[in-house]
């Protein structure tokens, strides 16, 4: 039997239809349009001709919203699922609502563009003793892939490919996604900074508009996107909306791809968000990330509950900016939020992948009991 999950695409008004054969009943008219994951890829319960847009190798396909709707009120008992649009944004910023893009703080190097020579290790890098473990490894033939706002050319990154799913170049002009790459792989080249795994193959997928904002659908098309692309770990630093089944069950296909997956906790200092409080039903590949301060206790404001994995540095981190849409000429400038700690998780994950190592046994210092297993230690990890 077939099992098919919809979810709400974001775009208001496609005007294709799609024919199902004889439906068993008229349906009433209605203004969203849906995606539909099918589990066992192909697409093969509509006919082609009718498909708004479609991923077959993925299982993913846009429809028009009323002729779904008759569908699954016909099939009601076939195990179907239809679930309304939920909207994700970026988290950074202390508050439920981003702060995007980083805004530029005091820079340790007087520099606001550090020179050759004067590499900056973070806080955070030296909290978790990132620049020990890199005498160990860098994270060479681990591929990353970040789920985010896009990724923008940097002199301090690497960048090996960009998708994106909100029809566009893919370029970052949020700021989120490149910060996010900065901390997880900033190249250690004697100048800017250095990230957790300055070797590894990043690649950016982008869920995110230039508002900052996503839809389940782009989001859910990447997520399965990643199993083909061949990524080992993959950071979501974004959240938000009510719970959803076709994320629930992308999470699941990567889990059993064995691909690690982490995912911002949240900004709202309270529960866990979506989709990170789904990391529990997949311990072994799926880590929901608390953002810890200084002195590693639990920030303010960061999301908590039963769900944490671990808990990584997220307050003021420093990484890189998009070099288009630069700050007062700066290439570089700290943000806070578990959207910060996230991407030092999953750095020190893909060092510890590089010694061929799994990462639900990642090292970790003792901490509060809100960090789940504990502040991720890079050094213990690998």
């Known amino acids: 039997m077939k099992r098919l999950i919809l979810t709400v695409g974001f775009i208001a008004s496609l005007l294709s239809t799609i024919s199902f054969g004889v439906l068993l009943f008229v349906p009433a ?5 849906y995606v539909v994951v099918d589990k066992t890829k192909g697409i093969k319960s509509f006919n082609q001709v009718g498909i708004l847009s479609s991923d077959p190798k993925n299982g993913v396909a846009k429809v028009k919203s009323n002729f779904v709707k008759a569908y699954v009120e016909g099939f009601r008992n076939k195990d179907l699922i239809i679930e309304k649009n939920q909207t994700y944004k970026a988290l950074c910023g202390n508050s439920p609502v981003p702060n995007c893009p980083p805004t530029p703080g005091p820079n340790p190097n007087p520099n606001p563009n550090p020179q050759p020579g004067n590499q900056v290790e973070d806080w955070g890098n030296l909290k978790v003793q990132a620049q020990e473990a890199r005498k160990v490894t860098k994270g060479k033939g681990v591929k990353v892939c970040i789920l985010d706002s896009g990724l923008s050319q ?6 090996t490919k960009v998708i994106s799913f909100v029809r566009d170049d893919g370029g970052d002009r949020v700021g989120h996604g490149t910060h996010v790459a900065g901390i997880i792989s900033a190249q250690d080249n004697d100048q800017g900074m250095v990230g957790i795994a300055p070797d590894v193959t990043i690649e950016a997928m982008k869920v995110l508009t230039d508002s900052g904002s996503g839809s ?6 990447a997520m399965l996107q990643t199993i083909p692309e061949g990524c080992h770990v993959v950071n979501m630093s974004l959240g938000g909306g009510g719970d959803s089944q076709a994320m629930y ?3 699941s296909k990567m889990n059993e791809a064995g691909i690690d997956v982490f995912m911002a906790a949240g900004n709202d200092s309270r529960a ?3 989709p990170a409080k789904y990391a529990a039903s997949f311990p072994e590949h799926a880590f929901a990330i608390a953002a810890t301060d200084q002195n590693d206790n639990l920030a303010q404001f960061s999301s908590r509950g039963p769900e944490i994995a671990f808990g990584a540095p997220g307050v003021d981190i420093l990484s890189t900016l998009p070099v288009n849409g630069s700050q007062m000429g700066r290439l570089f400038g700290k943000a806070s939020g578990t959207s910060m700690g996230c991407p030092m998780a999953a750095g020190v994950c893909a060092l510890r992948r590089a010694q061929g190592k799994p990462c639900k046994d990642l090292g970790v ?3 509060s009991p809100q960090l789940g297993r504990g502040r991720v230690n890079a050094l213990k990890s690998v």
Request: aromatic share 12%; net charge negative; hydrophobic share 35%.
């Open 154 to 159: 940097h002199p301090d990154l690497k960048i």
């Open 249 to 251: 069950y992308a999470l």
């Open 365 to 367: 210092d003792p901490g």
């Open 216 to 221: 389940t659908d782009g989001i859910v098309q």
């Open 272 to 274: 866990v968000n979506v």
């Open 29 to 33: 008219f209605y203004d969203e349009d």
